[in-house]
T-cell receptor, first 117, second 112 residues
């Protein structure tokens, strides 16, 4: 089975621009979560989508948004980029069932490294 | 608020030494516990997980972890480390339907 794929792998943007990152989950996985990884803050949860609906949201400003499509693929958008948004953005998928607890293992993709200049 | 603490930020060991990495969490309810590893240049991979049952969990590559509920701990152990274990290790916890909360990570450097 192919793993979680993320595109692009590297991205350089300037302050004020917006960016869209894409994630394709493992086939059959319906839950997709996004995380931001930085040296200072570590791994922080952004949001989780299941069946095209946002199920959980982390403590990030509204500039960070996401969506999920009917084929479970997900996109994450960051508007009005700031220098502090430079990070590795990780996507993870799991075979989480609707209404079930978070016991399913999350499988992570390689990440998109975003640099904001 | 939920939190996960990994007190060892950087550990340096020689090959064949024993390893124990600490992980403590602050949840009061039923938790699900994970250890993930990130090898240099690679993505996060699951080492092991605990949901219920035997509190001593065995994972891949000879790693194990013990869940001690009374101490809110889930420490990772390996009896004899190898140079290839050099990586960053993350403890993560989830409760109910909440999202994963990660610890700050422990960078392990194994010297040959």
């Amino acid at each position: 089975k192919a793993g979680v794929t993320q595109t692009p792998r590297y991205l350089i943007k300037t302050r004020g621009q917006q960016v869209t990152l894409s994630c394709s989950p493992i086939s059959g996985h319906r839950s997709v979560s996004w995380y931001q990884q930085t040296p200072g803050q570590g791994l922080q949860f952004l949001f989780e989508y299941f069946s095209e609906t946002q199920r959980n949201k982390g403590n990030f400003p509204g500039r960070f948004s996401g969506r999920q499509f009917s084929n479970s693929r997900s996109e994450m958008n960051v508007s009005t980029l700031e220098l502090g948004d430079s990070a590795l953005y990780l996507c993870a998928s799991s075979f989480r069932t609707s209404g079930g607890p978070s016991t399913d293992t999350q499988y992570f993709g390689p990440g998109t490294r975003l640099t904001v200049l | 608020a939920q939190s996960v603490s990994q007190h060892n930020h950087h550990v340096i060991l020689s090959e064949a030494a024993s390893l124990e990495l600490g992980c403590n969490y602050s949840y009061g309810g039923t938790v699900n516990l994970f250890w993930y590893v990130q090898y240099p240049g690679q993505h996060l991979q699951l080492l092991l997980k605990y949901f219920s049952g035997d509190p001593l969990v065995k994972g891949i590559k000879g790693f194990e972890a013990e869940f001690i509920k009374s101490k809110f701990s889930f420490n990772l152990r390996k009896p004899s480390v190898q140079w290839s274990d050099t990586a960053e290790y993350f403890c993560a916890v989830t409760e109910g339907r909440r999202a994963l909360t990660f610890g700050s990570g422990t960078r392990l450097q194994v010297q040959p």
